[in-house]
């Protein structure tokens, strides 16, 4: 769902510091990407690339001593990385709903979730008790939770896991917001519940036009979910296209060992393909493309020129192989 419309959420060059006794280590560096409205982007990319920062930065939730130490987020036209902490905080919820991996760190396990559902609506939408109880009612009803007027006033731990992240879900919508973002919503959930949770998103972001940014390293649930895909590695966008593009024919090459390393149903593969080596540590990423010490298809250019994002395909890659004169010169494959 390529943006024609205006971008709802633009993040521009943004970069991501900790500071530590050795200095500044750039865990996030230099990516760029924006989403339209009721589009939903997966990021996807080994643990430790960036995404969950990426994602936490947009939401303001970066810990300390972690922070944005460059570029610039913009959501609806208005940037919103330089805001005071209560402006964020009342942006958060109302403008930009979140949903994590373990359900339990987003809900209060001494109140039920009724309760949390209606303080959460009052704050955001300034509804009196009855009216944010039956929003709370039917937000519970439109996530899937059965017979939903008896479980309003449950406690967390008597949900099972699946129907706790859909009460997660359902207090992420609480305020109507125009952009959810969704780090590794599924990963705790058994498989059959992951496609339910899955299905469901897609459900919610068709029938309200939100965007969803689904932070996950499952390519399988991005294949599923996204309309389009960003690949992260050592803090940088390496690849971003349309899905279909992205899982038929990758660009990059540690996109391609990505698809490579699925197993698949009825396929011939006889091995599946593995990537060598591991990705380097914030502060020790080498010089030029940051990919280039596990790279089948490497050359010169690639160990000290850093490449950015060129046009590959339906999309863009960040390798040299799609430079018009490389291109010409090295064989692919």
């Known amino acids: 769902m390529a943006s024609e419309r205006s971008p709802l959420l633009q993040?521009?060059?943004?970069?991501?510091?900790?500071?530590?006794?050795?200095?500044?280590?750039?865990?996030?560096?230099?990516?760029?990407?924006?989403?339209?409205?009721?589009?939903?982007?997966?990021?996807?990319?080994?643990?430790?690339?960036?995404?969950?920062?990426?994602?936490?930065a947009?939401?303001?939730?970066?810990?300390?001593?972690?922070?944005?130490?460059?570029?610039?987020?913009?959501?609806?036209?208005?940037?919103?990385?330089?805001?005071?902490?209560?402006?964020?905080?009342?942006?958060?919820?109302k403008e930009i709903g979140a949903i994590f991996q373990d359900p339990l760190t987003s809900l209060n396990p001494l109140y039920t979730v009724g309760r949390q559902l209606v303080e959460t609506i009052q704050v955001h939408l300034g509804l009196g008790a009855a009216a944010a109880r039956q929003r709370a009612l039917d937000l519970l009803k439109e996530v899937g939770?059965?017979?939903?007027?008896?479980?309003?006033?449950?406690?967390?731990?008597?949900?099972?896991?699946?129907?706790?992240?859909?009460?997660?879900?359902?207090?992420?919508?609480?305020?109507?917001?125009?952009?959810?973002?969704?780090?590794e919503p599924t990963t705790a959930l058994d498989v059959s519940i992951q496609a339910q949770i899955i299905a469901l998103l897609k459900r919610l972001c068709r029938d309200h036009?939100?965007?969803?940014?689904?932070?996950?390293?499952?390519?399988?649930?991005?294949?599923e979910t996204?309309?389009?895909?960003?690949?992260?590695?050592?803090?940088?966008?390496?690849?971003?296209?349309?899905?279909?593009?992205?899982?038929?024919q990758p660009r990059h090459p540690y996109t391609a060992g990505l698809m490579g390393s699925i197993p698949t149903i009825g396929g011939r593969r006889d091995r599946l393909q593995q990537i060598d080596g591991a990705m380097p540590r914030p502060g020790a990423v080498p010089p030029g493309c940051a990919f280039h010490p596990r790279c089948r298809e490497r050359f010169a250019r690639c160990l000290d020129e850093r490449p950015n994002l060129l046009p590959a395909g339906g999309g863009a890659a960040a390798c040299w192989l799609h430079a018009p004169a490389e291109a010409a010169a090295?064989?692919?494959g």
């Not at 990516?31 to 969950?52: I, R």
């Not at 939100?210 to 294949?223: E, K, P, Q, R, Y």
């Open 330 to 332: 090295v064989p692919h």
């Open 226 to 248: 996204a309309d389009r895909v960003a690949v992260m590695y050592a803090g940088r966008l390496v690849e971003i296209g349309p899905v279909r593009d992205i899982v038929r």
């Open 58 to 93: 947009i939401i303001g939730l970066l810990e300390p001593p972690g922070h944005i130490a460059g570029g610039r987020i913009v959501l609806g036209g208005r940037r919103i990385d330089n805001l005071p902490a209560p402006e964020m905080r009342r942006l958060r919820g």
């Open 145 to 183: 939770i059965p017979a939903a007027d008896r479980r309003i006033d449950h406690y967390p731990h008597q949900f099972s896991g699946g129907m706790r992240q859909r009460v997660v879900i359902a207090l992420a919508l609480c305020a109507n917001p125009r952009l959810i973002i969704a780090d």
């Open 11 to 56: 993040v521009e060059n943004l970069r991501i510091a900790f500071a530590t006794r050795r200095g500044e280590v750039t865990a996030v560096d230099g990516v760029s990407f924006a989403m339209a409205p009721g589009e939903v982007l997966g990021v996807v990319g080994e643990s430790g690339a960036g995404k969950s920062l990426t994602g936490a």
């Open 209 to 223: 036009g939100m965007a969803v940014m689904l932070v996950t390293h499952d390519m399988g649930v991005i294949a």
